[in-house]
RNA sequence: GGGCCUGUAGCUCAGCUGGUCAGAGCGCCGCGCUUACACCGCGGAGGUCGCCGGUUCGAAACCGGCCGGGCCCACCA
């Protein structure tokens, strides 16, 4: 489309330096800006990281990994946008931005894509063939069954992960370089990276070593399809559709289960429950111990219905009394209070739902006629087992009916239930060994040091501080990180095996930290050999792999070099930025926060942004799908990227932004008029460019306007240094657009110095102002306009205007001297009634004035005579223009009387229209 | 149930610690090809600042209550 604009010379060659007008394009646009100025930033390294800088001199950015295997969608472009904004102003403030850039490909949505593009899986206890050849290429995984499946080892899977990856990442690097994000390609990194896998190992290892990673057997949350433990920061609560069931307890003969125990059977005791095929897992009734309704029972026993188990009816005051019956049935596992109650009151286990959610094959010892069951337990049971705990729901249902100990019908209900956020069935409560690390959830002591970070960190906006506190204070125990997953970064952990074959896991056999990353799966422990894996007298692995936030906990010491190169990870760390989305405070954030506390004593960084979601033009949020129906590709280059850089930039940090298709139109006017008014005033500075010398600078509405412009400067800059982009960006633009319409239309006449011979010192002023205000203005828009105002740069400066000083105020306001910004309000102001008697009379703006009498508020009349020339060269007053000071209280200039000058006919010109 | 954010012209939003604060842009209406820009310029119309109380000389802004929108925790009997 504008292959053939006229462009400047190089940039990449920007030796050849012409005169300033030469290298002013007669015609400007904005197409074709993004991909000659990223070739001209990678060829120029505008954006690499000075690696010898100073720690106080660097900034250093702990950027957000997106995930490869998902999608692009407008999102990534508004909230990398906000992390670039800052980027860039921070290297013109004269810090040296370390802002790398990383690839998440680890985890879960990677294994899957990866299982039905190659139609493969991850098997860790194969041996590695490095001559695999996948079963397919490109597989859109519709019938990605597991049986369908080449199973193969670890290190072949991350293998075809990365080669899979790699491909992804291509497109991510290419859309962010199109977005022109001031990245150090150099510095990048995969999550799923030896290096990285080294890290979190290494991370962990110190963990262990200092007693923060422990292993534990013990009931957890635990998704049945993925057949994975889950940590509490992973759960997402949904409404799930149940229903109440009234079921009968009858007192177990032979206790003094109520008044009735002289004579024949007791009262039931009745309780509601929403899962009854956990009967046969109850261990307890429970209520609370100040409920008037169960005193009696407290200390008694009950018999369960139908299997005709033993429990306790016991008092705690977790039960709520106005919840179902006020008594509860206390199974392992059906809700994590079961498992509060369960430790609380040291009841035994008796689980029936096996790791994939359905119930045990084997009649369950406790339901035994021996152990004390009613005989007919046993035999009830086959009925149940292997089933789902839907399936097994009804039978159980079935059976209650028939029994008479189903009181009612079951009543339907909508209860939330807790899901994995990646699943679709509830989760289930199954014991199992886990690995943990201490986060605070069961020691005050660690809470507290972690609550005082948060309040250390510098949260932009500050509001979103209580989302950590909150979390922080609501953790109900350690951080679970192990996941019965193949695909991961595996715990660099081996067990001895005994002479009868048992694993010892209280003596785990680890691998010194210049060995890492270790695969347990395949290497071998030190003091061992191959043969030795699995044979009694041998070793095992941990099959285990960590829970992807075990590694992006880790961002910082990957991008920063922790392992590898500690003379760069002293540069950057602790880091300055984390941006981020708010969703993932309770896990991203916490948990990086969490590792640096463990393993530095400090916070990770000092600030983190906290960017706010896209929401569809309905107010809800854009989902993926409808994000992709506009691909952010397509985007940029439907709007420019300046101008998509706009719309995002124009949005608060934590507040959520309206996907405005009017606000990227708006941006791109803004980017063209840059380009334009810049072209303007650089035709004014012939073949030297326009002169920098303030103290040219001599007229009075010259001087008000760099007034002006210096306290935009200020403004501008305490909003930056505050995280505030929309608020710098409003006064760079408000000014911009006065600059435009009232300063550039008065002083232009002046500017051009008609008819002079010899160069004014009014015109000189004009220049020298315009020369101030430019190179200003562009570098207050740098940030967010980066490649309109890199092309008017390079008409006129040597260098990138990204890596120009950030303006100061200062130089403003010794050209400025004392002047009011008032009087360039006032002289526009004056301008503008002289317009608005045109546009009523429906002439052209071209139409002389030849007599014209404004009334003008008292304070302003010193103003406005100040500039009575540029006023009356703007208006095209070519007779008597007369001031005449308004009533008192009067705030606005009104023309009282203007005569106008009929224009001439038209001569004809050219064919005629039509 | 606890907490946070939010409600200002048709739309998207500014209005910072109470006193030119009733604003901007878009959209709309009218005019205009002006030696930068028609991907433009100029002018205009548009709002009892969610509702009700209170504090104050004065509140869109502060306090209380209510209503609406969004989000985060907790909630599986």
């Given at each position: 489309m504008s292959d053939d604009q006229p462009t400047t010379s190089s940039p990449a060659a920007s030796d050849q330096a012409g005169s300033a007008a030469s290298r002013v394009p007669d015609k400007v646009s904005l197409d074709g800006l993004e991909d000659r100025w990223n070739a001209a930033w990678t060829a120029d390294r505008t954006y690499s990281f000075d690696r010898t800088a100073s720690r106080a001199r660097v900034y250093s950015i702990d950027t957000p990994p997106p995930t490869v295997s998902g999608s692009l969608h407008v999102g990534h472009v508004f909230s990398f946008t906000h992390t670039d904004v800052d980027a860039r102003y921070r290297r013109m403030s004269g810090r040296e931005v370390f802002y790398p850039m990383g690839w998440d490909d680890n985890g879960l949505p990677t294994e899957r894509r990866v299982q039905n593009y190659f139609g493969v899986r991850c098997d860790p206890s194969l041996p590695y063939d490095p001559d695999l050849t996948p079963p397919q290429v490109g597989g859109d995984g519709k019938s990605g069954k597991a049986a369908d499946q080449l199973p193969v080892s670890r290190r072949n899977f991350i293998e075809l992960c990365e080669r899979l990856t790699i491909e992804d990442e291509r497109e991510f690097e290419s859309l962010f370089r199109y977005l022109g994000l001031?990245?150090?390609?150099?510095h990048h990194y995969q999550t799923i990276s030896a290096e990285s896998r080294a890290v979190a190992q290494q991370a962990f290892l110190r963990n262990l070593a200092r007693g923060e990673a422990y292993q534990a057997e013990a009931p957890g949350l635990w998704d049945v399809t993925f057949q994975t433990a889950v940590a509490q920061a992973e759960l997402e609560a949904r409404d799930y559709p149940g229903a109440f069931h009234r079921v009968a307890f009858h007192p177990a003969s032979g206790t003094a289960g109520g008044d009735g125990a002289a004579g024949g059977a007791a009262a039931p005791v009745v309780i509601e429950t929403t899962r009854p095929e956990l009967i046969p897992a109850v261990v307890a009734l429970v209520a609370h111990p100040d409920d008037e309704r169960y005193q009696h029972l407290f200390g008694t026993t009950v018999r369960s219905p139908l299997f005709g188990v033993e429990v306790p009816v016991l008092a705690h005051p977790?039960?709520?009394?106005?919840?179902?019956?006020g008594i509860a049935m206390c199974c392992t596992f059906g809700d994590l209070t079961d498992v509060q109650w369960w430790r609380e009151l040291q009841l035994p286990t008796r689980s029936v739902i096996g790791r994939d959610g359905r119930l045990v094959r084997e009649t369950p010892a406790w339901l035994t006629a021996e152990a004390g069951a009613s005989p007919s337990a046993a035999g009830l049971w086959p009925q149940l087992a292997g089933k789902t705990t839907f399936s097994a729901r009804a039978a159980v249902v079935d059976a209650l009916r028939a029994s008479g100990d189903l009181d009612g019908e079951p009543v339907s209900t909508q209860r939330k239930a807790n899901f994995y956020e990646r699943g679709d069935k509830p989760l289930e409560i199954v014991t199992s060994r886990q690995w943990y690390i201490r986060n605070g959830g069961r020691d005050a002591g660690l809470r507290d040091e972690l609550l005082a970070r948060g309040k250390e960190l510098a949260f932009h906006p500050d509001f979103m501080r209580v989302r950590y506190e909150n979390w922080v204070g609501g953790l109900n125990g350690d951080w679970l990180i192990s996941r019965q997953r193949f695909f991961g970064v595996p715990f660099p952990v081996w067990y001895p095996v005994d002479a009868d074959g048992e694993v010892d896991h209280d003596a785990p056999i680890l691998p010194t930290e210049d060995q890492l990353p270790v695969d347990p799966s395949a290497d071998v422990p030190p003091?061992?050999?191959?043969?030795?894996?699995?044979v009694a007298g041998g070793f095992v692995g941990d099959p285990d792999v960590m829970d992807t936030w075990a590694t992006s906990s880790l961002t910082p010491h990957i991008a920063g070099g922790w392992r590898t190169d500690p003379d760069l990870f002293a540069r950057v760390f602790p880091m300055d930025l984390r941006p981020q989305g708010h969703d993932i405070i309770r896990t991203w954030l916490f948990s990086t926060v969490l590792r640096a506390h463990l393993?530095?004593?400090?916070?990770?960084?000092g600030n983190a942004a906290l960017s706010g979601w896209i929401l569809d033009p309905d107010r809800k949020k854009m989902s993926k799908s409808k994000g992709n129906v506009v691909t952010p590709r397509g985007l940029l280059e439907e709007h420019g990227t300046d101008a998509v850089r706009y719309w995002a930039a124009s949005a608060r940090l934590g507040t959520d932004a309206a996907f405005e298709v009017g606000q990227m139109k708006i941006g791109r006017r803004l980017a063209i008029k840059v380009l334009n008014a810049s072209k303007f005033a650089l035709s004014f500075g012939g073949d030297d460019g326009l002169a920098i010398d303030p103290a040219l600078v001599t007229e009075p509405l010259d001087r008000a306007m760099l007034a002006g412009l210096a306290d935009v400067v200020e403004r501008s800059t305490a909003a930056f240094e505050s995280y505030e982009t929309p608020r710098a960006l409003e006064a760079t633009e408000t000014f911009f657009w006065s600059f435009c319409d009232d300063y550039l239309e008065l002083v232009k006449d002046r500017a051009y110095g008609a008819g002079a011979v010899e160069l004014s010192a009014a015109t000189a002023s004009a220049r020298a102002a315009l020369g101030l205000a430019l190179e200003t203005l562009l570098r207050l828009f740098a940030p967010v306009l980066p490649f309109a105002t890199e092309e008017v740069w390079s008409w006129w400066k040597e260098g990138s205007v990204h890596r120009a000083p950030w303006p100061t105020s200062d130089g403003l306001r010794a050209a400025a001297g004392d002047a009011d910004p008032g009087l360039l309000a006032a002289a526009g102001a004056a301008l503008a009634a002289l317009r608005k008697v045109k546009s009523e009379a429906k002439v052209s703006m071209r139409t002389e004035i030849s007599r014209a009498e404004l009334v003008v508020p008292a304070d302003a009349v010193a103003a406005v005579t100040s500039a009575e020339s540029d006023v009356r060269a703007a208006g095209r007053v070519t007779g008597e223009l007369s001031l005449v000071a308004a009533p008192e209280g009067a705030e606005t200039i009104e023309v009282r009387l203007a005569d106008l000058v009929p224009a001439e006919p038209k001569a004809p010109e050219g064919p005629a229209a039509g």
């Open positions: 001031s990245v150090d390609w150099d977790l039960a709520e009394p106005d919840k179902g019956a003091g061992y050999t191959a043969e030795q894996r699995g393993e530095h004593g400090s916070l990770p960084w």
